[in-house]
């Protein structure tokens, strides 16, 4: 199989016209596209975010989709039944305008069944990072696990790309003590949707930044 590039997205948080315009910058001959996880919520448009991704799933299938702690959540609630109290605001606003128990469940059941990481030779992907430890990096409920820890990581020989925590630059920044690329620009503060190309050898070689656009929020 040839070895592509690879062309990484940031967390989207619902911001569907933002997320266009970076994926203007991807060329899908010479790029395996992959995202990070965090569709949903927080902006205007997570239904049409999730189908625009889906889509791309259907039309390139070595499309790389990583579950996010909001996709997680939202699937707990549709098919665990979590009471909507328990919801945070930005959920609770999804949900109204999102059938995801009857018209769009099919969008759920894609949310549920995303995997928490993507690994390959040069690179380890997953939404927000492993923990230095490796402890319950696979428990979804855990604070510890790869859909939601937050603090020192694991340095691994390959590199790591995650997003969950926004940069405070707006862009992605490079972690060299844990070597791990984060590329979460701040989307779901309506601050900047980021993209990465990743070279084969798992080096970084370009970076975009969109600024969100105001349709998104």
Same mark, same amino acid.
């Given at each position: 199989?040839?070895?592509?590039?690879?062309?990484?997205?940031?967390?989207?948080?619902?911001?569907?016209?933002?997320?266009?315009?970076?994926?203007?910058?991807?060329?899908?001959?010479?790029?395996?596209?992959?995202?990070?996880?965090?569709?949903?919520?927080?902006?205007?448009?997570?239904?049409?975010?999730?189908?625009?991704?889906?889509?791309?799933?259907?039309?390139?299938?070595n499309t790389i989709c990583i579950q996010g702690n909001? @996709?997680?959540?939202?699937?707990?609630?549709? +098919?665990? !039944?979590?009471? #909507?109290?328990?919801? =945070?605001?930005?959920?609770?606003?999804?949900?109204?305008?999102?059938?995801?128990?009857?018209?769009?469940?099919?969008?759920?059941?894609?949310?549920?069944?995303?995997?928490?990481?993507?690994?390959?030779?040069?690179?380890?992907?997953?939404?927000?990072?492993?923990?230095?430890?490796?402890?319950?990096?696979?428990?979804? @409920?855990?604070?510890?696990?790869?859909?939601? +820890?937050? !603090?020192?990581? #694991?340095?691994?020989? =390959?590199?790591?790309?995650?997003?969950?925590?926004?940069?405070?630059?707006?862009?992605?920044?490079?972690?060299?003590?844990?070597?791990?690329?984060?590329?979460?620009?701040?989307?779901?503060?309506?601050?900047?949707?980021?993209?990465?190309?990743?070279?084969?050898?798992?080096?970084?070689?370009?970076?975009?930044?969109?600024?969100?656009?105001?349709?998104?929020?």
């Amino acid at each position: 199989m040839l070895i592509m590039n690879y062309f990484l997205v940031g967390d989207i948080h619902g911001c569907y016209n933002t997320l266009k315009k970076i994926l203007k910058h991807w060329n899908p001959k010479e790029e395996q596209l992959i995202f990070v996880g965090d569709y949903i919520n927080k902006g205007k448009h997570s239904k049409e975010v999730v189908r625009c991704v889906r889509k791309l799933q259907q039309d390139y299938p070595n499309t790389i989709c990583i579950q996010g702690n909001h @996709e997680y959540q939202m699937a707990q609630y549709i +098919f665990k !039944g979590t009471s #909507k109290s328990d919801m =945070k605001e930005n959920y609770r606003n999804t949900i109204e305008d999102y059938d995801l128990r009857e018209k769009y469940i099919g969008d759920a059941r894609w949310m549920r069944d995303l995997p928490l990481f993507y690994e390959n030779d040069v690179l380890y992907v997953s939404h927000a990072g492993v923990n230095f430890l490796g402890f319950r990096k696979f428990h979804t @409920e855990s604070m510890w696990s790869v859909l939601r +820890f937050r !603090g020192k990581l #694991k340095k691994m020989k =390959k590199l790591q790309v995650i997003g969950h925590t926004p940069t405070e630059i707006g862009k992605p920044i490079y972690l060299k003590q844990y070597n791990t690329l984060n590329i979460d620009a701040g989307a779901g503060n309506h601050d900047a949707l980021a993209a990465v190309v990743i070279n084969k050898n798992g080096k970084l070689v370009r970076t975009y930044i969109e600024k969100i656009l105001k349709s998104d929020y």
